[in-house]
């Protein structure tokens, strides 16, 4: 069917709406991390001079690198351990039947809305008490807590619509459970566990609450922590272009992410959403 | 042969329960217990800062928090941003959907721009647009009258929390949405256009039925999400200017006081809270949660 070059013109004008919508903010930080210090305080969007000044300071800043390092650290490690956790159960939520399955959805689901203030008294104690405060196992564990809910939603909802006759079928073929498992069902599976592990990595990476409260030093603090506590080289410097420089590191591995796996990503978050 | 039957059963949960064993360990282990905790927390008067003057208090917390004015101060404006903010990002995040789902042009593009205020990290966004809002330096504080600074005023404040916090959502509410646009047939869409209805008609009477159990997930998830706010009002005002939610407050109450009794007793009043929502959405409004009755 043709579709008229006037109704192509005007969804062109919403997408354009829809892309200043999503950008504008993201382009007003990278414009700010740009700036020169006199630039910083002109209010213009469009920045008069360049300078790569603020990104060379945030690089030389050990504080920040060390967040870095335990963002992406702490970040990983709960992704593993949360996908590796939460495909398991997906894989007896989606393939067998016992009681209990509801019992845990319910849980998972509880846990997704649960407000994590809630928590932060409680385990500032707890933590400190058993020594886990300010390290990285203080953080990853209620990283994986909170990134479990989603994954097991996301993982099961991909399970149910594997082909697992293929399984079956392949065995009679002559393949061997293992082989089965590795030529068949491991490729199947493999997109779905992938993007839960973004979908996971970026609720650890997004994180500010627990990064902030329990922890007390750079020994843990993740990246977002740390440029809270920016306060610039001196009294008198204004970290405004360092924060921003900081921000826009940290977002672009969100912006990669979303650029390799934008299918896969809106697919994940959909499916949850479709059962409901 | 019955017998078989039954222990193939067995063994089906057995494997089961165990492949869920970790994930619902570690679940219990770090929400359940630290809840309970607080519990107990919450009944004693417990200042680290005194920590012989601990004991057993019975519910004195309870009134201290319920008499306190940055109690309730801080409950209303949560409700005001949840409300405020859940309510635009239905709109505009229906809006979003449709453009997501229909549009003729871009579609990948659009979908994969969407993805940017999901994924961007809360704390990078809201420091935008604290810039943004500050006089001098930010693009939207030239815009305004000279001498404006919206962050130090109670509600040019809230407005701009709550604008922070719709851009940042708003695409994942779409995203929800759009998941539901994708259960309306569209034979029913044409047939009702054939019959003479708009496209506003169309919207009402055959989308939005549809959609009812989408629009309700997508509500109780975000309602409940907005609820617990705290990174967009930690950087945008601290809590100054009477825009502390509960989080905030809690959490002030926490690492500025050191007061494990009290900030443990607004640990349970904000998950009473929470959990009350909730309640509301499922019983009264029948929201159903995934994976609840039977899967389609």
């Not at chain 1, 030389?60 to 490690?77: A, E, P, Y």
């Not at chain 2, 404006?77 to 871009?106: C, N, P």
């Amino acid at each position: 069917m043709a579709v008229s070059t006037a109704r192509r013109a005007r969804w062109a004008l919403v997408d354009l709406i829809v892309l200043l919508y999503a950008l504008i903010p993201v382009l007003w930080l990278a414009s700010l991390s740009v700036k020169t210090p006199a630039g910083v305080t002109d209010g213009a969007f469009v920045p008069r001079e360049w300078t790569f000044q603020n990104y060379r300071g945030i690089f030389q800043n050990d504080d920040f690198l060390r967040g870095l390092v335990n963002s992406i650290g702490i970040g990983l490690i709960s992704t593993l351990i949360a996908v590796v956790v939460g495909t398991m159960a997906a894989y007896a939520i989606a393939r067998l039947r016992f009681p209990g399955r509801s019992a845990i959805l319910g849980v998972s689901l509880l846990i997704a809305m649960f407000p994590q203030i809630s928590l932060v008294t409680p385990l500032f104690q707890i933590e400190r008490a058993l020594g886990l405060f300010d390290t990285w196992p203080g953080l990853i564990l209620p990283y994986i807590t909170f990134a479990l809910p989603l994954t097991i939603y996301t993982l099961a909802n991909f399970f149910e619509e594997i082909p697992w006759e293929l399984e079956k079928a392949a065995k009679m073929d002559g393949a061997t459970p293992l082989q089965a498992f590795r030529l068949v069902i491991v490729p199947l599976a493999a997109p779905g566990v992938v993007t839960t592990a973004i979908l996971a990595f970026i609720v650890c990476w997004n994180d500010f609450l627990f990064a902030i409260s329990l922890t007390s030093s750079s020994a843990a603090r993740t990246a977002p922590a740390t440029i809270s506590f920016f306060t610039g080289a001196s009294q008198f410097e204004d970290p405004t272009g360092s924060i921003a420089a900081a921000a826009v590191v940290i977002t672009i591995p969100i912006v990669v992410f979303v650029l390799f796996f934008q299918r896969r990503i809106v697919s994940g978050l959909t499916s949850g959403a479709v059962k409901g | 042969m019955k017998r078989r039957l039954a222990e193939g059963e067995r063994s089906e949960r057995r494997l089961a329960w165990w492949l869920c064993a970790p994930a619902v360990l570690v679940m219990l282990l770090v929400t359940a217990w630290p809840i309970l905790y607080s519990v107990l927390l919450s009944f004693q008067r417990y200042d680290l800062r005194f920590p012989d003057g601990r004991e057993w208090i019975g519910l004195t917390n309870y009134g201290t928090v319920l008499t306190s004015g940055f109690w309730w101060s801080a409950l209303w404006v949560t409700l005001l941003i949840t409300v405020v903010s859940v309510l635009i990002e239905l709109v505009l995040g229906m809006a979003l959907a449709t453009v997501m789902y229909r549009t003729l042009v871009g579609r990948g593009l659009v979908r994969t721009v969407v993805l940017i205020p999901y994924g961007i990290v809360t704390v990078a966004a809201a420091f935008g647009w604290k810039y943004a809002w500050t006089p001098g330096t930010g693009w939207l504080a030239g815009l305004l009258p000279p001498g404006q600074a919206p962050l130090t005023e109670h509600w040019p404040a809230i407005a701009i929390i709550i604008l922070a916090e719709v851009w940042k959502t708003t695409p994942f509410m779409a995203l929800l949405l759009m998941a539901g646009l994708a259960l309306v047939p569209e034979d029913a869409l044409k047939a009702a256009s054939m019959d003479g209805a708009s496209a506003w008609q169309r919207f009402t009477m055959i989308t939005l039925p549809l959609m009812r159990p989408t629009i309700l997930a997508a509500l109780l998830f975000r309602t409940l999400d907005a609820f617990r706010i705290f990174d967009n009002v930690y950087v945008l005002t601290n809590g100054a200017q009477g825009t502390a939610s509960v989080s905030i407050t809690a959490y002030h109450n926490l690492i500025g006081g050191l007061n494990l009794g009290i900030g443990s007793t607004m640990s349970v009043l904000i998950f009473l809270v929470t959990a009350f929502v909730a309640f509301l959405f499922v019983k009264v409004l029948g929201t159903g949660t995934p994976g609840s009755g039977g899967r389609r």
